[in-house]
């Protein structure tokens, strides 16, 4: 019964180092996702730290890529060093899991007054140039999250590119996709986005910190399985000396 619980053990850890592999590649294509994404919306939030569990969880998923290794080699040889040491790096991979988890909490409730107190500047400073940075990053969430304006399509007559333009319209990437003869102008509104672009944007920030939260919870539980089948793997070798002359290929004297 013993070695049917061990032989099940190895069995799973083996099956999990195998999926340790596949998460280090999610974890860093989650990573990478929100590096992208942040570039689209930097200018809408200026605490970089917010970068801080996305630069964490690319981490780990590197070093996941070698805790596979670790955990292979150890269980197929079930070397008593290797498997606790596969045990001690899940742990403080586990525990920095933990606190991507938090950290990832943490940002997603600042997005929101990071977003309100940063679009205001953003939209005043936009001039309709693809030479201009923020005109840039305004016409591409505009169209990619068909909103206009701050709060709605009406927002854009506060604005000093509106002063300065006076054709009393809002830029063309208000325009919905389907009316082609659509020139912004806000005498023509039923042709605009009717919704904002503050509430979508802190609504797309957040939906990507939470994608951060659940990839780590995720992978986390995944490691704790793994700790566990290791932990059981070196308590029966430790405790039983007839596992032990069973793997050297010893006998009793």
Not at 163 to 175: D, G, L, R, V
Request: charged share 15%; net charge negative; proline share 2%.
């Amino acid at each position: 019964m013993g070695q049917c619980g061990i032989t099940s053990s190895k069995t799973v850890l083996v099956f999990l180092n195998l999926i340790f592999w596949a998460a280090a590649g999610i974890l860093c294509y989650v990573g990478a996702y929100v590096f992208i994404t942040y570039d689209d919306y930097d200018h809408f939030f200026e605490d970089v730290y917010t970068l801080i569990p996305a630069v964490v969880i690319i981490a780990v998923g590197a070093l996941l890529f070698i805790i596979g290794l670790i955990g292979c080699c150890a269980t197929i040889r079930e070397s008593y060093c290797g498997l606790a040491s596969f045990v001690i790096i899940l742990l403080l991979v586990f525990m920095t899991e933990v606190a991507v988890v938090v950290l990832g909490y943490i940002y997603r409730a600042k997005v929101e007054d990071e977003v309100n107190n940063s679009i205001k500047k953003v939209y005043d400073e936009y001039n309709g140039t693809n030479s201009n940075a923020q005109s840039r990053a305004i016409d591409y969430v505009q169209r990619q999250l068909q909103c206009c304006g701050i709060h709605n399509y009406s927002d854009w007559q506060y604005t000093r590119w509106f002063e300065e333009t006076k054709n009393y319209s809002a830029p063309i990437s208000c325009c919905k996709p389907n009316i082609y003869s659509c020139t912004g102008s806000l005498t023509h509104p039923e042709d605009l986005y009717q919704e904002g672009c503050e509430a979508l944007v802190v609504k797309k920030l957040k939906e990507i910190m939470m994608y951060v939260i659940w990839t780590a919870l995720t992978f986390a539980a995944i490691q704790m399985l793994g700790m566990l089948c290791a932990c059981v793997v070196l308590c029966r070798r430790s405790r039983d000396p007839a596992y032990e002359l069973l793997i050297t290929g010893g006998t009793y004297a």
